[in-house]
């Protein structure tokens, strides 16, 4: 039987989206794709304790910034809704009731005390993790150990209860792993969770399976930290009958440190000064901001490359690829088992590929942004002109502005150190006779006509133009280093220069 692919990428709304989250999104997206299936998302949210207000319009915003929006979720729903787990409540609990009637899950009454009491004796007699399974659920109050009348009675006079999976003793469970390969676990290192809670919501392992079952998911992609979980997840496939349509299992490598010693953390992003989430969030309880890629600059075609390549490669040298090539060239078989570090230089170097790729209209947009907020404008081509020659020295559209306003304002003080090391009779005299020589010049300045008046200038002074070049742009621009100086006396023009001129032989002195 040839099913439909269908994957689904199922966040829980208890905060920002972290990149690790939003590389998963795109490995369900890429696969669905490539595979001409179908993208779901589902929110799992059946921990009401832990509900973020504004959590799920944020993953909603930070899949829709980067194009990978799904094709069935909570705002776009298919045929299998609802796709909030809050909002399927009511269907659950016929399934715990399956697995009771069917012997592989049972009542239990105990309460928080007598729980924490089980666990402080294990801890007593040395057991080094404590759990409820199928060797302590003999000591405890369930319907496994109590009488069946007790606990009809039980049930009948409403006390609190949970629904417990009952995992056998001895029992090798496997899964084939699609990026691990087979997974062995022994039963007895399992632990009979609860899968219907006393407040009648289902554990996120039973709402998880229920609904990848219902919605006929197929392929189950999703972070390494859900890998222990799977064996359980695959009992519950067998007891539930669905064997036969139990999805293909991929767990994704972890996200390592810089340095590769352990786990993404949020103390190495604040250490680094990099963002861990797609879009800026703000706390809604203590107020704080996590800092997000697409407000720190990043282009969400460069941002998404560079995800697709945390864990996956194409298998050769390519490293540019746009959403469609990835689609083409994605398969779980390329992903690595090994962690994957992350290199926030490596974010910045694929923005830099892309903003270069950008038309000078695009790139002066940026710029003109820039300026707009500081309430001033250029015209258009002058606009591309500067985009087009600094977009070699960008990281972020906001550099445009940021390292060339310098052709659009004058400077109005120099680089002192620049000035003290390089500001000499030289190019005072120098930058007297090119500005004699501009100043009886017809016509428009251009780059190489530049080139060729500024030589002439130094050889009628009798100086070396190498030796003054930097002091030239820093009577120029103010500063030390920049794009190709002749374009930007292109871009300034003659009379702009002039005044530059005059302004720094006026103001810069000479040192020692
Ligand atoms: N709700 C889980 C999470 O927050 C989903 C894990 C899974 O994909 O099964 O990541």
Not at 17 to 43: E, P
Not at 125 to 152: C, F, G, H, W
Not at 268 to 274: P, S, Y
Request: with cysteine; glycine share 6%.
């Amino acid at each position: 039987m040839n099913r439909e692919v269908r994957v689904r990428f199922a966040p829980s709304p208890t905060g920002a989206l972290h990149i690790g989250g939003v590389r998963t999104a795109l490995y369900n997206y890429l696969f669905a794709k490539k595979n001409g299936g179908k993208f779901l998302l589902r929110i799992e949210d059946t921990d009401q304790t832990r509900f973020v207000p504004g959590a799920e319009k944020y993953i909603k915003d930070a899949l829709e910034w980067l194009n990978i929006s799904p094709d069935e979720s909570p705002w776009n729903p298919g045929d299998c809704g609802p796709y909030r787990q809050s909002e399927r409540k009511a269907m659950y609990m016929d399934y715990a009731l399956d697995l009771l009637e069917k012997g592989h899950a049972y009542y239990a009454f105990d309460t928080p005390e007598e729980l924490e009491a089980m666990r402080e004796r294990l801890t007593a007699a040395r057991v080094v993790s404590p759990q409820y399974n199928s060797i302590t659920r003999t000591q405890m109050k369930n319907s496994l150990t109590l009488p069946a009348d007790e606990v009809a009675a039980r049930l009948a006079s409403g006390e609190p209860y949970v629904i417990r999976v009952k995992i056998p003793r001895k029992e090798e469970v496997r899964l084939q792993d699609k990026v691990r390969g087979w997974v062995m676990v022994h039963s007895s290192t399992l632990d009979d969770k609860v899968l219907m809670k006393s407040d009648g919501m289902p554990t996120y392992h039973l709402a998880n399976i229920v609904d990848d079952h219902l919605m006929n998911i197929t392929h189950v992609i999703r972070g390494e930290e859900w890998l222990p979980s799977a064996p359980l997840h695959v009992l519950l496939y067998r007891y539930f009958g669905w064997e036969d349509t139990m999805p293909e299992f991929a767990h994704l490598p972890l996200l390592l440190k810089p340095d590769g010693n352990g786990k993404l953390s949020k103390r190495d992003a604040e250490k680094h000064g990099f963002p861990l989430f797609p879009l800026s969030w703000q706390d809604p309880v203590s107020g704080q901001i996590a800092d997000g890629f697409k407000e720190g600059g990043y282009l969400p075609d460069a941002f998404l490359n560079f995800l697709a390549f945390l864990g996956w490669n194409p298998g050769d040298h390519r490293e540019l690829f746009t959403l469609d090539e990835l689609v083409e060239a994605f398969s779980i078989e390329r992903i690595g088992k090994s962690g994957t570090k992350f290199d926030i230089n490596k974010a910045k170097w694929y923005n830099e590929q892309y903003l270069r790729r950008k038309s000078d209209a695009e790139l002066a947009a940026y710029l003109t942004e820039g300026m707009e907020a500081e309430g001033l404008q250029i015209p258009m081509e002058k606009a591309e002109k500067i985009a087009a020659i600094m977009k070699e020295r960008a990281t972020f559209p906001a550099d445009l502005w940021k390292e060339g306003q310098f052709m659009v304002i004058a400077p109005e003080s120099f680089d002192q150190e620049i000035a003290a090391k390089r500001w000499n009779e030289d190019s005072v005299k120098v930058l007297s006779v090119f500005k004699d020589i501009l100043e009886e010049l017809e016509g428009e300045l251009l780059a190489p006509q530049a080139k060729e008046l500024l030589n002439q200038a130094a050889e009628t002074a009798e100086v070396k133009l190498g030796k003054i070049m930097q002091a030239v742009r820093l009577a120029i621009t103010g500063i030390g280093a920049g794009p190709d100086l002749m374009e930007v006396f292109e871009i300034l023009g003659k009379q702009e220069l002039i005044k530059r001129i005059t302004f720094a032989l006026n103001t810069l002195e000479i040192k020692g």
